[in-house]
Antibody, heavy 117, light 110 residues
Framework: QVQLVQSGAEVKKPGASVKVSCKAS????????ISWMRQAPGQGLEWMGW????????NYAQKFQGRVTMTTDTSTSTAYMELRSLRSDDTAVFYC??????????WGQGTTVTVSS | QSAPTQPASVSGSPGQSITISCTGT?????????VSWYQQHPGKAPKLMIY???KRPSGVSNRFSGSKSGNTASLTISGLQAEDEADYYC??????????FGTGTKVTVL
């Protein structure tokens, strides 16, 4: 079946980086994009950016520009999101989702990232 | 880019209909027919309920419907059921492959 499986929970210190993976299966990876979202504890969903699995084009939300990098590895159908210079307010659940024409129809299970000294 | 505004909470009794609004701007909701709606139960990943304003993915109940007027999109849940109790988020295309989520609405079934 079509699914996205994300990497496990992470605990990081302030100033560190985190790289979350999102492995796709059950569909043609390069035909869709991957969006990444963040959800802080008790808060709403926040769109972080998008990457085309076809050609690697990216577009990041202004808030994260300069601090986030999204990549894909088409040989393993895996997308990655790296967030640098972590702060305590980056503590959140991060989600990847398959996207096409604004429709995010398949979501990963979420990855909890805790930033704490 | 500001998040489209949704009511913080909406409630209804079983069997009733409720409507959740999503008010954006002429740069997002008002300009594109690419508003989607997501349902999220506590501790779970969001689930797509409506896309392109008023289309339902396979498997989503026809009790869920979407519409748009000007800068405001709406999600209506008819025949409210206990399982509909969840958080709901709109999401709009905002140009240049960027998207913006609404502020979110907690739906309570009384």
């Amino acid at each position: 079946q079509v699914q996205l499986v994300q990497s496990g929970a992470e605990v990081k210190k302030p100033g560190a980086s985190v790289k979350v993976s999102c492995k796709a299966s059950g569909y043609s990876f390069s035909r869709y994009g991957i969006s990444w979202m963040r959800q802080a504890p008790g808060q709403g969903l926040e769109w972080m950016g998008w990457i085309s699995a076809y050609n690697g084009d990216t577009n990041y939300a202004q808030k994260f520009q300069g601090r986030v990098t999204m990549t894909t590895d088409t040989s393993t159908s895996t997308a990655y999101m790296e967030l640098r210079s972590l702060r305590s307010d980056d503590t959140a659940v991060f989600y990847c989702a398959r996207i096409l024409m604004g429709r995010m129809d398949v979501w990963g299970q979420g990855t909890t990232v805790t930033v704490s000294s | 880019q500001s998040a489209p505004t949704q009511p913080a909470s909406v409630s209804g009794s079983p069997g009733q209909s409720i409507t959740i609004s999503c008010t954006g701007t002429s740069s997002d909701v008002g300009s594109y027919n690419l508003v989607s709606w997501y349902q999220q139960h506590p501790g779970k990943a969001p689930k797509l309920m409506i896309y392109e304003g008023n289309k339902r993915p396979s498997g989503v109940s026809n009790r869920f419907s979407g519409s748009k007027s000007g800068n405001t999109a709406s999600l209506t849940i008819s025949g409210l059921q206990a399982e509909d109790e969840a958080d709901y988020y709109c999401c709009s295309f905002a140009g240049s492959t960027t998207y913006v989520f609404g502020t979110g609405t907690k739906v309570t079934v009384l």
